[in-house]
């Protein structure tokens, strides 16, 4: 830029202001960047749930169990491909702040039907053969230092008691955004050793052969156990996690209404900035016209201050968000994963510069329409 180093000169004049406003962009983007991975992360489900995967559980609530006996049933009904079941546990490891989503697997068909989810086979045959083996998320391995062989105490929450597992394999995930830190066990252990609700299971996830043919399972499957004493509701899987983080509010209208606040002060800052900023140098402008600067440049040099804070501020509060996430979920595994991604990095900037766009627009407006002979009256 041929008026890079006049631009630079003036953002040097006054260096607190300057660095004051900069300020502001780091703040507000950081900000943004934490919201935005705590919305992808209550989203999640919705975002890798599978389109051919259907999720049945109780009628009445998914807190009320399913008999055991439905998956066979289940898998004689048209287009069913696969059945599989998970059961809730709820378990914690020493202590309460340590708590991390953990259930019972089928282990004859959840590798199935979560082919996102790999694991070696002489990881998963070493967790077939051990009755007390458990699958952990790498996620988990790297906060507790859990390795394959380990012994885990967990203490029940549902279940009271001390339950204990051998680390049998650590799964890896095709996708970041299914990197969660789970733990899996298998049913029959918790179906023996569990004093009610025996011969139940939190919920089914159902695998059809098309999903073209996913509506029509769904309501094959309500109408096969309707007015039983365990009446199912049917979804697709992304209806199911849409509705589950539905139960936390309306986290996509609380975000945009706090990004909406934030964008909209950081324009009245940074406007009224430049506005001061032009202001001081109005007989300097004058002058700048007068030895031929002409009225585009003069308006690029103003856009372009607004635009080199904007976009070092926003850089440098987007960079310490994503430093943040690198540290790990803060919430110790209440967040199903909690990462910063490249896209809403991008978008990010992308907002930054908007906003220093807008908010310079106004005062490179005028002093662009700065007539000489009223400015050199001025001085």
Known sequence: ???????????????????????????????????????????SGVDVAGADRLVVRNKVS??????????DQMRAIPHIADVTFATWFGGYYQDMRNFFPNYAIDVEAYRRVYPEYTISDEEWNAFMNDRQGCIISPVLADRFGFKLGDRIPMEGTVWQGTWEFNVRGIYEVRRKELLTSEL???????????PFMKGTVGWYVVKVDDPANAVQAAKAIDERFANSPFETKTETEKAFAAGFANQMGNIKLLILSIGSVVFFTLLLVTGNSMASAIRERTGELAVMKTIGFSDVSILSLVMSESLIVAATGGAAGLA???LFTLRGDPTHGMLPFFYLSGKTLAIGFCLTLVAGAVSGIIPAVGAMRL??????RKV
């Open 184 to 194: 899996w066990f298998q049913y029959p252990y918790l179906d023996e050793r569990r």
């Open 320 to 322: 310490l968000a994503k």
């Open 1 to 43: 830029m041929k008026y890079l180093h006049l631009v630079l000169v003036n953002l040097k004049r006054k260096k607190l202001r300057t660095a004051l406003t900069a300020g502001s962009f780091l703040v507000a983007l950081f900000l943004f960047g934490l919201l935005m991975t705590i919305k992808v992360a209550l989203s």
């Open 62 to 71: 998914l807190i009320m169990p399913l008999p055991f006996a439905y998956r």
């Open 371 to 376: 007539k000489i002979v009223d400015a050199l």
